[in-house]
């Protein structure tokens, strides 16, 4: 059995929908349709975390499951200001060294670390406490995901990508806050990643 894990904040951990509605139950589903009994999807997304706290957690939360497949989803916490400050809640340094450290991690155990990057969201009303909008704070950290999976020569899925190959309507792909998945862009984002993976050596 090959364990995917999928370590991540909100979007990864999807607790606003039923389990089996949740892109990481669908992806379980698109696989065993192909290779029954061959990969077991574990979700371990929590929501609200940065990868300062997913570092905290990666001992009891992934290292007991590897070696497998491990699909790395963070930024949209490690972006976010809050209004009672002018910095970000982790700094895109620490950013860019923990998920570094996630790939070194997995690589030490025989594993296949798989960065995600984030998706296309809608314009989020509002300045933060830096004075920007969260859509300002978070280019940055999108942008340097895809660096490191550049740097480090690492697999990359690539949603805002896809989303544009696949002509799909960011406000069909998030919901109300502009941010969080739509019921409907988890079977999206399920068959995305499912075909990212379908690209990867395992």
Request: proline share 4%.
């Amino acid at each position: 059995m090959i364990n995917i894990i999928c370590f991540g904040d909100s979007i990864t951990e999807g607790a606003e929908f039923p389990v089996n509605a949740r892109w990481t139950s669908l992806l379980q589903k698109k696989l065993d349709a192909v290779k029954p009994n061959t990969f077991q999807v574990h979700n371990k997304g929590i929501g609200g975390n940065t990868s300062a706290q997913g570092f905290d957690r990666f001992w009891s939360d992934v290292l007991p499951l590897l070696p497998g497949v491990l699909l790395i989803q963070f930024g949209f916490n490690d972006a976010n200001v809050k209004d009672f400050s002018i910095v970000p809640r982790v700094g895109q340094a620490e950013f860019e060294k923990n998920l570094k450290e996630f790939y070194r991690l997995a690589k030490e155990k025989n594993s296949v670390p798989v960065f995600i990057l984030n998706h296309s969201i809608g314009e989020v009303d509002g300045k933060q406490g830096n004075g920007k909008t969260y859509n300002e704070n978070l280019a940055p950290y999108n942008n340097a995901i895809r660096s490191i999976a550049n740097e480090l020569k690492a697999e990359l899925v690539d949603i805002p990508l896809q989303m544009s190959i696949r002509d799909i309507d960011v406000n069909d792909f998030v919901s109300g806050d502009k941010i969080h998945l739509s019921l409907e862009a988890n079977h999206f984002f399920a068959d995305i990643i499912y075909t990212g993976l379908n690209q990867i050596e395992l």
